[in-house]
């Protein structure tokens, strides 16, 4: 007998069980508010007050006082002043580029791709030049960051714990540093 309630009761007691009762209750609550007949609203003032005193003051002020902090620390995540600045400036840099910015290197490669017949290679090798200049670019207006080597291009500054990544804005670009980099979590400033 005591085996069989304690499995009715690990049913009963399920987190999904809890939650759809939960959902259930509240529904009930916020109907007998909307409902238009004063004994509901009699009803739903009595379960108010009745939950007021359960819980007390200071845990409802507390859950108030919690979801604010939360509200707050969403606001905060979604608000990046540098990585603002950083596709501002990106944004900007890569306007100002153009082939004749090309190193004779690189404008020499790009020539010997175009005679062998391998456009598609000689744009790849532009694409990558502008990449370069406007990293380079980003370096010297931003002289303060952390600049990699290697993964992330950008580490933030003092503790904060933001990567950057330029990168063109190509979809075979996000591809590859999505499944290059999978592991970090990183804001595309993209161009």
């Given at each position: 007998m005591l085996d069989e309630t304690r499995a009715a009761l690990g049913r009963e007691l399920s987190p999904q069980a809890l939650?759809?009762?939960?959902?259930?209750?509240?529904?009930?609550?916020?109907a007998l508010w909307l409902l238009p007949e004063p004994t509901?609203?009699?009803?739903a003032a009595g379960l108010s007050v009745m939950l007021l005193a359960w819980l007390g003051?200071?845990?409802l002020w507390g859950l108030m006082d919690g979801w604010a902090s939360m509200a707050h620390a969403a606001?905060?995540?979604?608000t990046d002043r540098l990585g603002d600045e950083l596709q501002?400036?990106?944004?900007?840099?890569a306007a100002r580029w153009s082939p004749?910015?090309?190193?004779t290197e690189e404008r020499k490669a790009i020539e010997s791709m175009l005679e062998r017949g391998l456009q598609h290679r000689a744009d790849l090798l532009e694409r990558q030049a502008r990449g370069r200049w406007v990293e380079a670019q980003m370096r010297l207006r931003f002289?303060?960051?952390?600049?990699?080597?290697?993964?992330?291009?950008?580490?933030?500054?003092?503790g904060q714990s933001y990567h950057y990544e330029i990168l063109s804005g190509t979809?075979?670009?996000?591809?590859?540093?999505g499944r290059r980099m999978a592991s970090t979590f990183f804001r595309m400033i993209f161009f």
């Open positions: 939650l759809s009762s939960l959902v259930w209750a509240a529904g009930l609550y916020l509901t609203k009699l009803l003051v200071d845990a606001h905060e995540a979604t501002a400036a990106v944004k900007e840099f004749a910015r090309l190193s002289p303060g960051l952390s600049w990699n080597s290697r993964g992330v291009d950008i580490t933030g500054p003092g979809d075979s670009n996000f591809a590859l540093h």
